[in-house]
Every structure is written in structure tokens, then in C-alpha cells.
Nanobody, 125 residues
Framework: VQLQASGGGLVQGGGSLRLSCAAS????????MGWFRQAPAKEREFVSA????????YYADSVKGRFTISKDNAKNTNYLQMNKLKPEDTAVYYC???????????????????WGQGTLVTVSS
């Protein structure tokens, strides 16, 4: 599967952005999706994930209550709604996917087999 992330940009602190991750392929509904981010001079970190059915979601503590992940299997697209953005949310955001086995750790980048190219989110103070 090929992933295309979009929706990044410059926003003031407290603002909102919605990232999208469009996937190619016929079996998007079988994929578990995740979002990771990498700030300058920092390691890539887990942000959020959603299982293949959309029935289970996972969030990093730093974004819980502010970000919402969703999955539209009909549109082959995964979304990350980001509200109440903070300057520390500034990073390149990557979407990722894996299908099987489904017992993998959703919060670990090593679990994911496919990655998008990243979209830059900049939050000003």
C-alpha cells in the first residue's frame, strides 16, 4: 500500500489542523493505521493509532484529549484531527500502516510496514 499524508501547515497556538492520509490499494479496510511525528533533533515518536475496524484507538499522553484519529474505509483515508495545538506539537507528521499480525504494538514504529512521506506542522506561540 502507498500512503500520502497531507494537511500540514502553519497555525497559531490553540488552533486546529486536520491531517489526512490517503492510501492506495484495495484492502485499506484491513490495515491498522498510525501517526508518528519527528521534531528537529528529536527521535520519531508515536502520536496516535487506530485498528483496522476503527473500533480501537490509541493516543500518546501528550495529545490525549486534543487529537482524534479516525478511519474512513470507504474513502481509503485516515484522519488526525488536531485541536488546541501547542508549539511543542511542531514536527513532521508521518502516517503509517500495517495489516498482520494484529497483535503488534500499535505504539511502536517497528510494527508498521508502510510509511507516508510526512507533512510538516508548525505551531507558533
Amino acid at each position: 500500500v502507498q500512503l500520502q499524508a497531507s494537511g500540514g501547515g502553519l497555525v497559531q497556538g490553540g488552533g486546529s489542523l486536520r491531517l489526512s492520509c490517503a492510501a492506495s490499494g484495495r484492502t485499506f479496510s484491513a490495515y491498522n493505521m498510525g501517526w508518528f511525528r519527528q521534531a528537529p533533533a528529536k527521535e520519531r515518536e508515536f502520536v496516535s493509532a487506530i485498528n483496522w475496524s476503527g473500533g480501537s484507538t490509541y493516543y500518546a499522553d501528550s495529545v490525549k484529549g486534543r487529537f482524534t484519529i479516525s478511519k474512513d474505509n470507504a474513502k481509503n483515508t485516515n484522519y488526525l484531527q488536531m485541536n488546541k495545538l501547542k508549539p511543542e506539537d511542531t514536527a513532521v507528521y508521518y502516517c503509517a500502516a500495517f495489516s498482520f499480525p494484529r497483535y503488534k504494538d500499535y505504539t511502536q514504529s517497528q510494527s508498521y510496514d508502510y510509511w507516508g512521506q510526512g507533512t510538516l506542522v508548525t505551531v507558533s506561540s
